[in-house]
């Protein structure tokens, strides 16, 4: 089975605060992905990286960075912490070589800013 | 026209019954299509893909329907245990390609 791993399932963090959330993946997965996911708005995607070392905007990356300096680990920055960034974080991965992409979550962090 | 839309629901539904799921997506040239089910504050899973053909798993059917651009999701004798999000997924074929999720259809199955 594949699985997905994240640091924290609650993290409460200050306005200002640097904040790290880790994902690690155990099935060789080339792409990794980070969505926040709010009521009402659905899942956005973040960053995403097909590959160590290399990264891409999603939709929403403004106030957040990234990190993938192993293939198996796909890290969250959030360099100053808003309250408008309380929300539920989802990293996923998948391995396209199929040509049929389907993701696998881990189980999310949700995330609340003071 | 969003990107891929689906109704939000609630469906409230008695036990048993049969219910469909409707989602439209917008990119006529879309090659994947997925359905995703996501329990309340849990993580989305995989629940089937959709192939052209159109595909059944137990209770669950799922079609896709490329002239009109939407998919489908059937599900039949429905169980309290379906009670859950169901998220329609989009996406192409090459690496570059976007994955779009929906927001979601929200299904309460009655006891």
């Known amino acids: 089975d594949v699985k997905v791993t994240q640091s924290s399932r609650y993290l409460v963090k200050r306005t200002g605060e640097k904040v790290f959330l880790e994902c690690v993946q155990d099935m060789d997965h080339e792409n990794m992905f980070w969505y926040r996911q709010d009521p009402g708005l659905g899942l956005r995607l973040i960053y995403f990286?097909?590959?160590?070392?290399?990264?891409e905007k999603g939709d929403i990356p403004e106030g957040y960075s990234v990190s993938r300096e192993k293939k198996e680990r796909f890290s969250l920055i959030l360099e100053s912490a808003s309250t408008n960034q309380t929300s539920m974080y989802l990293c996923?991965?998948?391995?396209?070589?199929?040509?049929?992409?389907?993701?696998?979550f881990g189980p999310g962090t949700r995330l609340l800013v003071l | 026209r969003k990107e891929v839309e689906q109704d939000p629901g609630p469906f409230n539904v008695p036990e048993g019954a049969t219910v469909a799921f409707n989602c439209t997506y917008s990119?006529?040239?879309?090659?994947?299509f997925f359905w995703y089910r996501q329990d309340c504050r849990k993580e989305p899973k995989l629940l089937m893909s959709?192939?052209?053909s159109g595909n059944e798993d137990g209770r669950f059917t799922a079609q896709l329907n490329r002239a009109s651009q939407y998919i489908s999701l059937l599900i039949r004798d429905s169980k309290l245990s379906d009670s859950a999000t169901y998220l329609c997924v989009v996406g192409g074929m090459n690496r570059d390609d976007k994955i779009i999720f929906g927001k979601g259809t929200r299904l309460h199955i009655l006891p």
């Open positions: 996923a991965s998948s391995d396209r070589t199929s040509g049929r992409e389907t993701q696998y």
């Open positions: 990286s097909y590959d160590v070392k290399m990264k």
């Open positions: 990119n006529s040239a879309s090659q994947s």
């Open positions: 959709v192939y052209s």
